[in-house]
């Protein structure tokens, strides 16, 4: 579209920087560029932050899937909306690896049928937690990210999932909404931020390490560099 177009009725409000005035680009591209600098400066610090603060915590927990992954144990991660998308990185990361063993991990949001079944006849805040219940057993695994911490079926299938005895493994965001409240989750990665953007970023990295750290404990790939974050 040319500098010169007019949007149409009511569209120039919602994307203004598809349609600039005279003189108007150098303005609108200085302000993209601005602000991508911006976002990439964020992530970079919340990745450190993660690196310093959770460094432990992800090191015992990589050594507690390991454990259930050695003894017959299986991954179900699950999520709404774009942890939904990252809840299937996450099994095929185990299940399908570049490198390394390939281990038995499921996302429960990949069979449609399955999901709006569930959906459509009992409830959706039951959609995860019955396929636990079904397909779940002592020393598996569940594996759910949330942005908010707030997702009435996320926080469903953790108390399921603890009630069968399985390893609880959260991602949440900002405090770590009703996630934080839970007495039974084993481990809860909280990302400290109010952007859904910046937050999915940064699971991405949490849960690529802990693929990592549990296939160096089974003793597949190497022990992964450190690195000074600061």
Known sequence: MSTGDQPPEGMGGLYPFLYPGPGDLDAVLTEALRSTGEKAAEIVRLRRELAESMADELVECAGEMAIRFAAGGRLFAFGNGGSSTDAQEVATAF??????????????????????????????????????????????????????????????????????????????????????????LDYLFVIPSSSVHRIQEAQTTVYHVLWELTQHALGAVPAPPVRNVG
């Open 95 to 184: 299940l399908h690896p570049e490198h390394g063993l390939s281990l038995p991990a499921l996302s429960l949001t990949s069979d449609v049928a399955v999901v709006t079944a569930l959906s459509n006849d009992v409830g959706f805040d039951v959609v995860f937690a019955r396929q636990l219940a079904a397909l779940g057993r002592r020393g598996d695994m569940a594996f759910g990210l949330t942005t908010s911490g707030g997702s009435a079926n996320v926080v469903r299938a953790f108390e399921e999932a603890a009630r069968q005895g399985m390893l609880t493994i959260a991602l949440a965001g900002d405090r770590g909404g009703r996630l934080a409240e839970l007495e039974l």
